[in-house]
């Protein structure tokens, strides 16, 4: 089992910046794609951003494209988002998720079913 465990959220107005943390722990983690979504409020979970791990190769949602950059640092087994000139519409919860599955490149895997362990989840509030 892989624990996955954000942090970094909370309240910020809108333009102002956040970064987000994903730690992996448990069993070897041995993910090779890992991404972050979305939920707002009444709304489906959103595909934000993936990268994989092994040659950090990265995809950003057209929403927060230019916004928002997605990082790595294997060697802490941690995944970044950092969030600029933040929008009220970006209030969501920004959930972690791991691949264990075997990834293949040229392929960006942007849906939810294509992940296989979640985090707990951690609020992002933009206030207008």
């Known amino acids: ?74 060697a802490k087994n941690t995944m970044l988002l950092q969030m600029n000139n933040l929008k009220p519409e970006d209030t969501a919860v920004y959930y972690c998720a791991a691949r264990s599955r075997r990834s293949y490149g040229g392929i960006v895997y942007s849906g939810s079913w294509d992940y296989d362990d979640w985090g707990q989840g951690t609020q992002v509030t933009v206030s207008s």
Not at 3 to 11: I, M, N, P
Request: hydrophobic share 35%; glycine share 12%.
């Open 1 to 74: 089992q892989v624990q996955l465990v954000e942090s970094g959220g909370g309240l910020v107005q809108a333009g102002g910046s956040l970064r987000l943390s994903c730690a992996a722990s448990g069993r070897t983690f041995s993910s090779d794609t890992m991404a972050w979504f979305r939920q707002a409020p009444g709304k489906e979970r959103e595909f934000v951003a993936t990268i994989r791990l092994i040659d950090g190769s990265t995809y950003h949602a057209d929403s927060v494209k230019g916004r928002f950059t997605i990082a790595r640092d294997n």
